[in-house]
């Protein structure tokens, strides 16, 4: 049984700084790929940024420059870290895990490519 575990929401100012963290376990195979996903209210959730187990990445291109993902793969363990935070950032974070995405540059951040998820956390930014 995979289970998927986020940690690090919280409210900050327009420029400010949060660090997302996602625990997979259960599953190797099914936690080759991981990423993380934001949704607002009356939004579709849309791909923020992954990694997988190979070191592959993919970005948004909204948080491109801005946000950084990395891994911890001997512990399953995906980080985001989030700097110079705008407003439109704000929503609830999730993290998905997934099996191989072959071109995960430009498949990684597709929700349909992922079958585990978290229950999500929230990032509030102000202005």
């Known amino acids: 049984q995979v289970q998927v575990e986020e940690s690090g929401g919280g409210s900050v100012q327009a420029g400010g700084s949060l660090r997302l963290s996602c625990k997979a376990s259960?599953?190797?195979?099914?936690?080759?790929?991981m990423a993380w996903f934001r949704q607002t209210p009356g939004s579709e959730r849309e791909g923020v940024a992954g990694?997988?187990?190979?070191?592959?990445?993919a970005y948004a291109e909204s948080v491109k420059g801005r946000f950084i993902v990395d891994s911890d793969n001997a512990r399953r363990i995906l980080y985001l870290q989030m700097n110079n935070l705008k407003p439109e950032d704000t929503g609830v974070y999730y993290c998905?895990?997934?099996?191989?995405?072959?071109?995960?540059?430009?498949?990684?951040?597709?929700?349909?490519?992922?079958?585990?998820w978290g229950q999500g956390t929230q990032v509030t930014v102000s202005s």
């Open positions: 259960g599953g190797t195979d099914s936690t080759y790929s």
């Open positions: 990694a997988d187990y190979a070191g592959y990445t």
């Open positions: 998905a895990a997934g099996r191989v995405i072959y071109g995960f540059g430009r498949l990684g951040l597709d929700r349909n490519n992922y079958i585990h």
